[in-house]
């Protein structure tokens, strides 16, 4: 097991990773100084495949577990859930020296976290990850939300958990494409901070999981730690996501995450080599890592201005500029709010736009 301790907060928390850690979760929280009753949220597929296992635990460790279904899917990141748990908390009594425990994607830990925030001013939380993305993104720096049917995760809090607890045995399970969205962050890592992970990428591709999620987890621990409540560095994590979240709004959601990242991280390194930051070599070469993924490196078919107007629309919400996170290198990246317009849209037309006859703004 590795732990990644995260120092925010008096006492901070620790981020445990390893092998077989589902069968631990009751014995970890009771190290913790947690006890009483446990909120165990979850979804129907997570809870079919790992909730018995984590059940066992929490119980062998004396904690009185309650199961909390909610349905999958990002549809149901919303209020309503977040009402639908609050009430079944009421019906269980559950106080606030009780836990929440978090077992699922990003989707279950965002909204759980939310609940855990929230429900009787807060109460203690602890994030179990079981995909690529929530372990090595969602469950780490405490950022908890809601979609509001205007907004993406507009309605959330700051609230860390107590720990966070991975194990990869439970990505073994993954649909394929989840894991290929995941490794669009695992990239993204490696790019804003880890040449080092960015270089065993290159060479041996996803293998060993076990090494490549551990140091993933290692740069969302230090930035996160950097900078608690994003007021600058943490923004490095929107690495690829500016145009991402673009190209995510105009598919209307019908395009994957990671996907969308993954476009947005070579149009974005575009954008960079064009303005001098790094050598036009480095989009190819990110280019190659992302396709040897299976990730995409462009979304034909798209219109390049309705994905300009969907990232316009996200810059009224932070004073007016669009701010871009441009590499300079392999683990090195810069915030800037100075990318010219025309270049922008430039570089966005030659990734959405149906290829050869990508038309010059
Ligand atoms: N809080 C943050 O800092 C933060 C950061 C990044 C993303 N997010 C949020 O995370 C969400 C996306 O999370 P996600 O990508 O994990 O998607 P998700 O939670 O929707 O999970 C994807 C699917 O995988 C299934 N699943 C989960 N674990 C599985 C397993 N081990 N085996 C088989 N199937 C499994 C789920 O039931 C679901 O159907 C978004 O809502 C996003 O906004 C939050
Ligand atoms: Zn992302």
């Not at 009483?36 to 004396?62: E, F, I, N």
């Not at 894991?179 to 293998?207: N, Q, W």
């Not at 490196?297 to 219109?303: E, H, K, Q, R, Y």
Request: include cysteine.
């Amino acid at each position: 097991m590795q732990t990644f301790h995260v120092a925010i907060g008096p006492a901070g928390y620790d981020v445990f990773f390893g092998p077989a850690l589902l069968g631990r979760v009751g014995e970890l929280m009771l190290g913790a100084g947690l006890a009483g009753k446990v909120a165990l949220v979850t979804s129907p597929t997570v809870a079919s495949l790992y909730g018995q296992k984590v059940m066992d635990s929490l119980r062998s460790s004396g904690f009185e577990v309650h199961v909390l279904e909610m349905p999958d899917g990002e549809q149901h990141k919303n209020l309503g859930t977040v009402n639908s748990l609050y009430d079944a908390m009421l019906d269980l009594g559950v106080e606030r020296s009780d836990t929440v425990v978090a077992l699922g994607g990003g989707v279950v830990g965002d909204t759980a976290g939310f609940v855990a925030a929230t429900y009787m001013r807060g109460l203690s939380l602890v994030q179990v990850p079981t995909t690529l993305l929530a372990q090595v993104d969602a469950s780490i720096g405490g950022k908890v939300a809601v979609d509001h049917p205007r907004a993406k995760n507009i309605i959330g809090a700051f609230h860390q958990p107590k720990m966070v607890i991975s194990d990869p045995h439970a990505l073994e399970t993954l649909p394929p494409e989840e894991f290929r969205c995941g490794l669009a962050e695992v990239v993204k890592a490696g790019m804003i901070r880890s040449p080092r992970l960015f270089a065993h990428l290159e060479r041996t591709g996803a293998e060993p999981l076990a090494a490549i999620v551990a140091q993933a987890i290692g740069v969302k621990v230090e930035v996160v730690v950097a900078d608690p409540y994003e007021h600058d560095l943490r923004a490095v994590l929107n690495f690829g996501h500016t145009i991402g979240h673009g190209i995510e709004a105009v598919s209307n959601y019908a395009l994957r995450h990671g996907d969308a990242v993954s476009v947005g991280m070579v149009a974005a390194t575009r954008i960079a080599s064009d303005m001098g930051l790094c050598p036009h070599s480095l989009a190819d070469r990110l280019g190659r890592l992302l396709r040897s993924f299976g990730l995409p490196v462009a979304m034909p078919g798209l219109s390049p201005d309705a994905v300009w107007q969907a990232m316009a629309a996200d810059k009224k919400r932070r004073d007016g500029r669009l701010r871009f996170v441009l590499p300079r290198a392999i683990g090195d990246v810069v915030i800037t709010d100075q990318v010219p317009d025309d270049l922008a849209k430039r570089v966005i037309a030659s990734v959405v736009a149906c290829a050869p006859t990508a038309p010059e703004i």
